[in-house]
Nanobody, 115 residues
Framework: QVQLVESGGGLVQAGGSLRLSCATS????????MGWYRQTPGKQRDMVAR???????NYRDSVKGRFSISRDNAKNTVDLQMSSLTPEDTAVYYC?????????WGQGTQVTVSS
């Protein structure tokens, strides 16, 4: 059974940094991308950053230059380094794996940025 477990969320002041990590367990065949999404109450879940097997990255505009995604293909882990955080970054962050067999999601980790 595949599981994705996020860690690293928490409370940080505006301008601060956090690093999110996602560990996977179980076997996932045919991974296409690994990434991070976020969601605030009453809103849809939005892509924050994702990375392909080859290392190509994609970021939502509002985090470009502040967030950096990285992955370890051998361990199937993906990290998100977040810097210069603002209150608008407050959300539940979800790890995501897209594969040929479907999408997998973590349970989410709360990130709260105080002003």
């Amino acid at each position: 059974q595949v599981q994705l477990v996020e860690s690293g969320g928490g409370l940080v002041q505006a301008g601060g940094s956090l690093r999110l990590s996602c560990a996977t367990s179980g076997r996932i065949f045919g991974i296409i991308t690994m990434g991070w999404y976020r969601q605030t109450p009453g809103k849809q879940r939005d892509m924050v950053a994702r990375i392909t097997n080859g290392g190509t990255t994609n970021y939502r505009d509002s985090v470009k230059g502040r967030f950096s995604i990285s992955r370890d293909n051998a361990k199937n882990t993906v990290d998100l380094q977040m810097s210069s955080l603002t209150p608008e970054d407050t959300a539940v962050y979800y790890c995501n794996v897209q594969s040929v067999t479907g999408d997998y999601w973590g349970q989410g980790t709360q990130v709260t940025v105080s002003s």
